[in-house]
């Protein structure tokens, strides 16, 4: 099988939460995350992506998280930087920094809101990518931007040199056949439970929201459909399935996973506005998936 462009990003990547302590970022318990992932062998930490609440960070706060991260990472691991943005200025000046700071790559969302054409589209990743000489992941996740990015742009954008991945969220494996079928780009699924579905067509490993929790359970899913292993894989996708469709169904991530760090003693489960937490019902039906699925120290609540 020839290597696709952005291999090396293949397995598991976290997208991880940014933990918050009486209003601020609590940068001592992200290092703490950090090295939870480092010591579980996680290939990629993603920080200031969506789980990481990159929308009601500051600017400066962003810029720190990302070089915080790159620090205590040390080369340890690689780190895939979120520094996309709506407009086109400010992901380039995000993306540079994080460059600058030594950033392995970058993800990329789709602009939001303002709904760009596909040329939009197109001429925004561009820039984008020749720009910078780090690795460009395409963030495909219209739920969250309102505006999908259509297989022959992701086509188009195969041709640049600097696009070398797709992180795909929208939940539809034909567009994720498609992809690893006409172009050469790594695929990274977008959504946790749908990793080894997507594994099975093409895909190389998840960015991950659940491995936040069980970082080791999801390499040793994507470790198993990688190597061909489909009945230990299929075993892995149920056994995580439950805990995986609560995170993204109880509420807007990353509203449940962070009520999940605290339940496992792991985050202070702190929000920004406009994210607030889960009521009771929602906080009691997702403790008992923890609990369900053998975080025992779930219950002290």
């Known amino acids: 099988m020839t290597q696709r462009r952005g291999s090396d990003f293949a397995g598991l990547s976290v997208a991880i ?15 703490q995350q950090i090295e939870f992932q480092i010591e579980a062998g996680t290939r990629c930490i993603v920080p ?17 998280v990302i ?18 943005s709506n407009s086109t200025a400010e992901a380039l000046r995000l993306t540079k920094r ?16 303002n709904k760009p ?37 992701i086509q188009r ?37 749908l990793t080894l579905p997507m594994m099975s067509v093409g895909a190389e490993g ?6 936040n929790l069980v970082p080791g359970d999801m390499i040793k899913l994507v470790r198993a459909a990688s190597s061909g292993d489909y009945e230990l894989a299929r075993k892995m996708h149920h056994q995580l399935f439950a805990l995986c469709s609560n995170m993204l169904g109880l509420a807007t991530n990353p509203i449940p996973v962070k009520a999940a760090m605290r339940m496992v003693g792991r985050d202070t489960g702190e929000l920004r506005l ?23 120290s779930a219950a002290a609540v």
Do not use: W
């Not at 539809?172 to 690893?180: N, P």
């Not at 406009?274 to 025992?296: R, W």
């Open 17 to 31: 939460i940014t933990p918050f302590a009486n209003g601020g970022v609590d940068y001592d318990r992200l290092k």
């Open 48 to 64: 200031v992506g969506t789980t990481g609440e990159s929308p009601t960070l500051t600017h400066d706060e962003h810029e720190r």
């Open 67 to 84: 070089a915080e991260t790159i620090q205590c990472v040390a080369g340890r691991a690689k780190v895939m930087a979120g520094t996309g």
């Open 98 to 113: 994080a460059a600058d700071e030594g950033a392995d790559a970058t993800l990329q969302v789709a602009p939001y809101y």
């Open 117 to 153: 054409t596909q040329e939009g589209l197109y001429q925004h990743f561009k820039a984008v990518a020749e720009a910078v000489d780090i690795p460009v992941c395409v963030y495909n996740i219209p739920g969250r931007t309102g505006k999908e990015i259509d297989v022959s742009t």
């Open 157 to 193: 954008l195969a041709e640049l040199p600097g696009i070398t991945m797709v992180k795909e969220a929208t939940g539809k494996l034909d567009q994720c056949s498609a992809i690893v079928g006409t172009t050469d780009l790594t695929v990274l699924s977008g959504d946790d439970s």
């Open 206 to 211: 998840v960015v991950s929201v659940v491995g």
């Open 274 to 296: 406009p994210m607030t937490p889960l009521d009771e019902a929602a906080e009691s039906q997702l403790q008992q998936t923890i609990l369900a699925y053998g975080l025992a």
